[in-house]
Each structure stands twice: as structure tokens, then as C-alpha cells.
């Protein structure tokens, strides 16, 4: 889920589904930083990665679409 290039380490977006998906954070000097910016962006840790903003609003809208199609 860290994505490392030319010694910076950025989080990776576990799902990278919304269209606007930014597919990874910051790059910064140690993974620990990089944790903690993809943190202070509200990304969403699912316990095995991090799910970046966009894709989180994307998966929220499509269990709400599917809620309401079961529900009509
Ligand atoms: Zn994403």
C-alpha cells in the first residue's frame, strides 16, 4: 500500500475506483509521513489499506443507489 520512488514514500488508494481518484498521496521523506498525510486528508483505513476521499464518496453513493433501487 506505500508506493516508494527516489527514496519518498507515498500511500497508495486501495480500491482507485472513483474516476477522480487521486490513486496515491503525498510523496514524503519516510512512510510514517506519508501515513500521516493521507490522515489528515480523512482517507479511510479498511484494515488491510487506505481509501482515499473520492473513492469513499464513490462507494457511499453506490450503496445508496443500491438501497434505493431494492427499496422501489
Ligand atoms: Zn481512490
Known amino acids: 500500500m506505500i ?3 527516489n ?3 507515498a500511500v497508495e488508494c486501495q480500491t482507485k475506483e472513483a474516476s477522480d ?3 496515491q498521496g503525498e510523496f514524503c521523506d519516510s512512510e510514517d509521513e506519508a501515513r500521516d498525510w493521507v490522515e489528515y486528508e480523512c482517507w ?3 484494515g488491510e489499506g ?3 476521499i ?6 457511499m ?3 445508496k443507489s443500491i ?4 427499496g422501489s
Open 61 to 63: 453513493a453506490n450503496i
Open 54 to 59: 473520492q473513492c469513499n464518496e464513490y462507494f
Open 44 to 46: 479511510l483505513y479498511s
Open 67 to 70: 438501497r434505493k433501487s431494492k
Open 3 to 5: 508506493i516508494k520512488k
Open 50 to 52: 487506505w481509501i482515499c
Open 21 to 23: 481518484c487521486p490513486q
Open 7 to 9: 527514496n519518498q514514500f
